[in-house]
Each structure stands twice: as structure tokens, then as C-alpha cells.
């Protein structure tokens, strides 16, 4: 069980938005910025949103991210088949004293 | 543009310590504000941090692994490793290498399998 909070799924057809939370707590998410990784299937995780809501460099403005208190948000607009992959939000746990992930959320383009 | 390659033994018995090397290439090591991670991820589940080895010589470790791990830099030979005592079949997981700092540098290794059974 994590202690950032994604829900397991979410899914949306072609061309739509979806939003992925992340809830977390005064320890994690309260006080540290905020990462979110792609994981397309048999791949490593890469880096699509950091510090809460800058992308990197290629990663295209259809993602976006956002941190309002102890919870943050990644959006995906104009969804694409290719953005079928588990998404993870990560930040540092003050109180762990370690880098955190949550459990993921498996976004499905029916 | 810099190439992580993480190369280990593949399949282990328990209680045996896990050697994991990542090989770095293709470019400069970066300077600055850099930290070079392990992170690890079970079949089928989530990810998990091990430690990283910042540039500016600081160690962290996640707490639930600290007594068993060791992580070490070595740039005469443009490489990270990762050690981790004691296995158990709950260390099998795909073991991932990665470089970033805080400004959205990232890079990640493929991952290599590494599998503990008797």
C-alpha cells in the first residue's frame, strides 16, 4: 500500500481529456514538488511532468500537471492510442526520508 | 545524447548479495546538481526507489532497504553500482538505473531481470 493514492485505472476514448490524481499527505506532497512518469508496456518509466507542472523537453503540451495542497493532478488532452501506459506520480516523503511512488494508474484509450 | 545500461546476473540464490552495474555512455557525465538512481519494480507491480548517489558526493537510501544496500560511483570507468545483501524471492524485480536532476534531465536504463530462487 503507498502513501500517495492513485486509483488502479481510468480510461477515455480518442480525443477526449483525463485526469489521474495523486493524494498524498503534509509530509510528501504538502511540502515536495511533484514528478509523474509514463510506462508504456515493456518499457522504463520516462519522465513526463516535474516539479508539479514543467514538462521536458519533447514531451508534448497535451500533458499537463498541477499540485493544489496535499494533492496533485496530471491531465492528458486530445488522448491518443499511443498514450496507453501506467502513470506514476513520485515525490520525497519528509517524514520516510525517501523518494515515494504511487502504486500507479493504468490508463486504457478504448 | 547519454545512454544508461544496466547489467547484472540475471537469476540469484537467496541470501546471496546482488551486484547490479550501470554503464554510463555517449556523452559527458554531467556536472552540477545530478544524482544518479536505482529504482525497482516487481512483475506486475508498481515502482520502487532504492537510493541514489548525488553528484555532490551525498548518499540516500530508501529506509526499508538502507541495511542491505550500497551504492557507489565510479567515473574512471563511467559507471554506478548497486549492491544489495541478503536476497529473498521479494527482490525479484526488473532493476532500473537513472540519471536526472531537478530541472527535467532524465534519463533511464532498459532495466535488467533480476530473479532469486533456490
Known amino acids: 500500500q503507498s502513501v500517495l493514492t492513485q486509483s488502479p485505472s481510468a480510461s477515455e476514448t480518442p480525443g477526449q481529456r483525463v485526469t489521474i490524481s495523486c493524494s498524498g499527505g503534509?509530509?510528501?506532497?504538502?511540502?515536495?514538488?511533484v514528478n509523474w512518469y509514463q510506462q508504456l508496456p515493456g518499457t522504463a518509466p520516462k519522465l513526463l511532468i516535474y516539479s508539479n507542472h514543467h514538462r521536458p523537453s519533447g514531451v508534448p503540451d497535451r500533458f499537463s500537471g498541477s499540485k493544489s495542497g496535499t494533492s496533485a493532478s496530471l491531465a492528458i488532452s486530445g488522448l491518443q492510442s499511443e498514450d496507453e501506459a501506467d502513470y506514476y506520480c513520485a515525490t520525497w516523503d519528509d517524514s520516510l526520508d525517501g523518494l515515494i511512488f504511487g502504486g500507479g494508474t493504468k490508463l486504457t484509450v478504448l | 545524447q547519454l545512454q544508461l545500461q544496466e547489467s547484472g546476473p540475471g537469476l540469484m540464490k537467496p541470501s546471496q548479495t546482488l551486484s547490479l552495474t550501470c554503464a554510463v555512455s555517449?556523452?559527458?557525465?554531467?556536472?552540477?546538481?545530478?544524482?544518479w538512481s536505482w529504482i525497482r519494480q516487481p512483475p506486475g507491480k508498481g515502482l520502487e526507489w532504492i537510493g541514489f548517489a548525488h553528484n555532490n558526493g551525498n548518499t540516500r537510501y530508501n529506509p526499508s532497504l538502507k541495511s542491505r544496500v550500497t551504492m557507489s560511483v565510479d567515473w574512471s570507468k563511467n559507471q554506478f553500482s548497486l549492491k544489495l545483501s541478503s536476497v529473498t524471492a521479494a527482490d525479484t524485480a526488473v532493476y532500473y538505473c537513472s540519471g536526472g536532476n531537478d530541472y527535467g534531465d532524465s534519463i533511464w536504463g532498459q532495466g535488467t531481470l533480476v530473479t532469486v530462487s533456490s
Open positions: 503534509n509530509s510528501n506532497i504538502g511540502r515536495n514538488d
Open positions: 555517449g556523452g559527458s557525465i554531467p556536472s552540477g546538481a545530478y544524482s
